[in-house]
């Protein structure tokens, strides 16, 4: 009899893990806040420059704004050679929304004179003074992001569609990768016969998770 009880506790709490499991994985799969949540914070490439001299020390910061908007989840974006923080070489607006279950749609936004904000990821509400009609899309730039598991997103953009005049480029492509501790993101530029002309080479820019 008691060995009857005890595996007839075993079942419900192995059913009881199976059911939560599998509802928590069902609420990532739409919820844009935990994809997001990922995504903010202070990220590092440090460690890969120093074992791999063909890659810079890059920091990259993603800051929440526009809290209080329910259309989407909107990211300011800051990204800077490590030893010139105070000159950041691309400053962005991400739209983060669910496009379907497991899916998720970032779109970037550039705006007007963006060193006037730089290190603004540092306040509590950075890009204060801008709003969403001050933004200009980058069409055909959107990464479009899947739930791959828990905690760990894959993507990129789609074809050749993100238009780029960088270094002779006619357009640019990014591969993202997004998991707990760090994201990978691998940008390159592709000339019109598709030789590429800027971006590392080898693979993507591993940033590790600093805060």
Known sequence: MKTASALFLLGIIFSSFIFTGKADSQIKSTDVNSLVNLMEGSFSSEEQSLNDSDYYDITLHMKRIWKDRTDAQWLYVEQ?????????????????????????ESAVFTFADPLRFAGDWKKDEPLEGLTPDSLLQREGCSVILT??????????????????????????????????DMIESWDRGFDEKGNQVWGAVKGGYIFKKQK
């Open 80 to 104: 800077a050679v490590a030893q010139m923080q105070e000159k950041p070489y691309r400053q962005r607006v991400y739209r983060i929304t669910n496009t379907q279950e497991g899916r998720f």
């Open 147 to 180: 739930l791959m598991g828990e905690d760990h997103y894959e993507g990129g953009t789609v074809g050749n569609n993100c238009p780029s005049d960088l270094r002779g480029a006619e357009f640019a492509t990014s591969e993202v990768k997004i998991f707990k």
